[in-house]
């Protein structure tokens, strides 16, 4: 249990930058926002999950493809519940124009009562700390991504950038 917290936090390790502290938390000139948004899910075991899913997110991408964000959703057991994060984006041009794979970790917070030992920490800490990867498709500013939710279902969604 604690190996796969120590390996989220080695994990982003890697995914700071040497001078994180000299970033400005959003540069107007250089960095973009993606508005995302989701509805359609899909769980291995459905019966165990109630309540329509959605998902609002925003995010920050930096010109070297780090990005942070704020994703306000409500999870498989119909709770209000957030998802903070930092990630990057790896741009797979070279295989296919437009296509882009994205790894985000941060802290979950909003599974509550009998759901609350669902996440990993989050009984003891009222939080939990996750990896969600993703695949996704953009033009222009538009895009449609395809997120893996731990070994339960995945999420997809579409977003603008801008």
Do not use: C
Request: proline share 3%; hydrophobic share 40%.
């Amino acid at each position: 249990m604690h190996r796969l917290f120590i390996i989220s936090l080695l994990l982003t390790s890697f995914l700071i930058p040497d001078k994180a502290s000299a970033w400005k938390l959003y540069d107007v000139e250089k960095d973009s926002l993606y508005l995302w948004a989701g509805t359609y899910t899909h769980f291995n075991n459905k019966d165990t999950y109630s309540g329509g899913a959605w998902l609002v997110s925003l995010e920050v991408i930096k010109p070297n493809n780090h990005l942070y964000g704020l994703a306000l959703f409500n999870n498989s057991f119909d709770q209000f519940s957030q998802y903070l994060f930092y990630g990057k984006m790896f741009n797979l041009d070279s295989t296919y124009p437009g296509l882009r794979a994205q790894l985000t970790a941060g802290l979950i917070h909003g599974y509550k009562g009998e759901y609350k030992d669902n996440l990993l920490l989050n009984e003891e800490l009222g939080v939990a700390p996750v990896i969600v990867p993703g695949i996704g498709y953009q033009k222009n500013q538009w895009g449609v991504d395809l997120f893996l939710l731990g070994k339960q279902g995945v999420l997809l969604g579409v977003g603008y950038q801008f």
